[in-house]
């Protein structure tokens, strides 16, 4: 009988998950930008080849370990392109199409579960901020000292409108048209994103 093997776990079905409990653990703990793949794989103890193979890059694993139902690295174009002065109600239509979609039910289970556990609402803060807000607000050329509360307030804005209208189901929001809500939203996220706040 030869002896137990040490070292790294090899590919198995267990492999994933204990991939995303560390991916998780590693951003609530740390954050996006100083949580890196060797750290996770290392929590996992897999090779972090491993970690690319059965995810791909770093934003694809954040994805991954939030459930959450796009990808904003290709929903992001859309937002950003065209005028400038437009990019709040283009952020605020894609939001609709992505939590109006069969998709959005994972966005609201991930929202409801953001409200009543502190782990999960570092999580989708570090989502938000990280892969939304920050990339709209570099593509803006906004001022570094004014990113933290432009970016906070389109936020409330966003997450206010996801939970009266998917959670809460207020009526009015819930049951309005997408076209009536990205006209009455929009100029309040693009005065957030580059309007004067005085």
């Known amino acids: ?44 103890a897999v090779d972090p080849a491993l970690v690319h193979h059965y995810f791909g890059t770093k934003e694809d694993l954040f994805r991954a370990a939030m459930a959450f139902p796009a990808d904003p690295g290709r929903l992001l174009p859309e937002v950003l392109a065209g005028e400038p002065d437009r990019v709040g ?14 998709a959005g039910a994972a966005g609201v ?17 570090e989502f938000l901020v990280t892969q939304v807000l920050r990339r709209v607000l570099d593509h803006l050329g906004v001022d570094p000292a004014q990113r933290p509360l432009r970016g906070g307030l389109v936020a409330t ?11 809460i189901r207020l009526d009015g929001v819930a049951a309005a048209d997408p076209a009536t809500l990205v006209a009455a939203v929009g100029p309040t996220v693009q005065r957030y994103l580059t309007g004067d706040l005085d």
Do not use: C, K
Not at 109 to 125: G, I, M, P, Q, Y
């Open 1 to 44: 009988m030869s002896p137990p093997r040490s070292g790294r776990r090899p590919g198995n079905p267990d492999t994933r998950e204990a991939i995303l409990a560390a991916a998780r653990a590693a951003f609530a703990d740390r954050g996006f930008d100083a949580a890196s793949v060797r750290a996770i794989a290392a929590a996992a």
């Open 89 to 102: 109600e283009r952020l605020v239509r894609v939001f609709l199409t992505v939590w109006d979609s069969p």
């Open 109 to 125: 289970a991930l929202l409801r579960s953001a409200v009543s556990n502190d782990w999960t609402a570092r999580l989708f803060r």
């Open 157 to 167: 804005q966003l997450a206010g409108l996801g939970m009266m209208r998917y959670v």
